[in-house]
């Protein structure tokens, strides 16, 4: 669970680190937000791992979606988000990486 939790903070640092980026909870798990509204990312924590999902472009969603610990995101994944699966610090260093493309 600490690990889990390390891994949270790190996402919530990075995601935090951005111009104008804030954290909302408008359906009781943090999302972060930039300017006016703007969803770049959100994430949910389970006892083994944490979920972040992130929109990424066409072509890095077609290498992504490869991945065993990447899937289409449940009810927006049409619109060209997906979710990563951060249970390593391997994963985290990925997941990290794309929610800088999505912000």
């Known amino acids: 669970m600490q690990r889990i939790a390390a891994y949270t903070d790190r996402v919530r640092a990075l995601a935090l680190s951005f111009p104008q980026a ?3 909870a408008p359906w009781g798990f943090p999302v972060f937000k930039v300017g006016a509204n703007k969803l770049f990312a959100w994430m949910t924590e389970h006892d083994d791992h944490v979920d972040v999902t992130v929109k990424l472009s ?3 969603r077609e290498i992504v979606e490869l991945l065993s610990w990447v899937r ?32």
């Open 22 to 24: 804030y954290e909302d």
């Open 58 to 60: 066409a072509e890095e």
């Open 72 to 103: 289409r995101a449940s009810h927006v994944g049409r619109y060209g988000w997906v979710t990563a699966e951060v249970s390593s610090d391997e994963t985290l260093e990925a997941t990290l990486e794309w929610i800088r493309e999505s912000y």
